[in-house]
């Protein structure tokens, strides 16, 4: 009796097992679960030209209508302060007689030459500030497995699964939530060592695939904070993280059609 029921007890385990792991299918159709996963812009964008030329306008407007400056009042007669600012004064004087030069840039470029000609006010003023270059070195070399490219826009992670670019996706199982099939599939084939947050449990995107494969795609949205991606090269071979607009050369038409207007440009 007692091997009965151990054989039953067996037997029904192995029959739900598989149940659970074979596809959800609807009307003859596999459902999938997609992650658009983004990593968001790191910097602020750059301004348009339009919008560079009306702060610039903004600017000129409101240094025009403005008080005059106490200098008398802020600074000790023939100090180095004194002088530096008489200098900045100038270059925003003669900024707001040429319109192609903003009193940004005018400061910026007397600041430079005041730093390049004399080491005396660095020690004085503190040290001077630095701009960094808004490009990295993963953009000057087109790595587009690294994550600090690209600073201003969104980055989105596609993987090389079954020969084709696409979001990393697996079937729906039996039993089984779509924001579960996309947890589990990001993690079994992109690795554990990524900090990802499902912005929510409802689909953002569908994707329905050609009548010969009948498989429809539901795509949900995470966010990237930390990590890095290791693929299993048994889901996925090659990964990649690209922009928007570098992602059209990479997915089929079909498939880039049917996501784009889910994605953001910046």
């Known amino acids: 009796m007692l091997k009965?029921?151990?054989r039953f007890f067996s037997s029904t385990c192995r029959t739900a097992q598989q149940q659970q792991q074979q596809p959800l299918?609807?009307?003859n159709s596999r459902i999938a679960a997609s992650v658009i996963l983004t990593r968001a812009p790191q910097i602020t964008r750059s301004a348009t030209p339009f919008e560079q030329a009306y702060f610039d306008y903004k600017e000129k407007n409101e240094r025009q209508t403005s008080a005059?400056?106490?200098?008398?009042f802020y600074f000790k007669k023939g100090s180095v302060a004194e002088r530096r600012w008489k200098e900045d004064v100038q270059a925003r004087d003669a900024a707001m007689k040429d319109?192609?030069?903003?009193?940004?840039?005018?400061i910026q470029q007397q600041q430079?030459?005041?730093?390049?000609?004399t080491t005396t006010?660095?020690?004085?003023t503190g040290t001077p500030i630095q701009i960094l270059d808004r490009t990295t070195q993963a953009d000057k070399d087109n790595d587009i497995k690294k994550l600090d490219r690209a600073l201003q826009h969104n980055l989105y992670l596609i993987v090389k699964q079954h020969q084709q670019w696409q979001f990393p996706q697996t079937d729906l199982q039996a039993?089984?939530?779509?924001?579960e099939a996309a947890e589990r599939h990001l993690s079994e084939s992109c690795g554990k060592d990524m900090d990802v947050w499902?912005?929510?449990r409802q689909p953002i995107t569908f994707y329905k695939q050609s009548p010969s494969r009948k498989e429809d795609t539901e795509g949900l949205k995470a966010r990237m904070y930390a990590g890095q991606v290791k693929p299993n090269n048994k889901d996925v071979s090659d990964f990649a993280w690209v922009t928007k607009d570098e992602m059209a050369t990479y997915l089929s038409p079909d498939y880039y059609k049917a996501i784009k207007d889910s994605l953001g440009d910046l």
């Open 121 to 124: 006010t660095t020690t004085i």
């Open 175 to 179: 039993n089984e939530y779509l924001h």
């Open 68 to 72: 005059v400056f106490p200098q008398d």
């Open 198 to 200: 499902f912005v929510g």
């Open 99 to 106: 319109p192609s030069v903003s009193l940004t840039q005018a």
């Open 112 to 117: 430079q030459q005041q730093d390049t000609t």
């Open 25 to 27: 299918m609807i009307k």
């Open 4 to 6: 009965i029921s151990q």
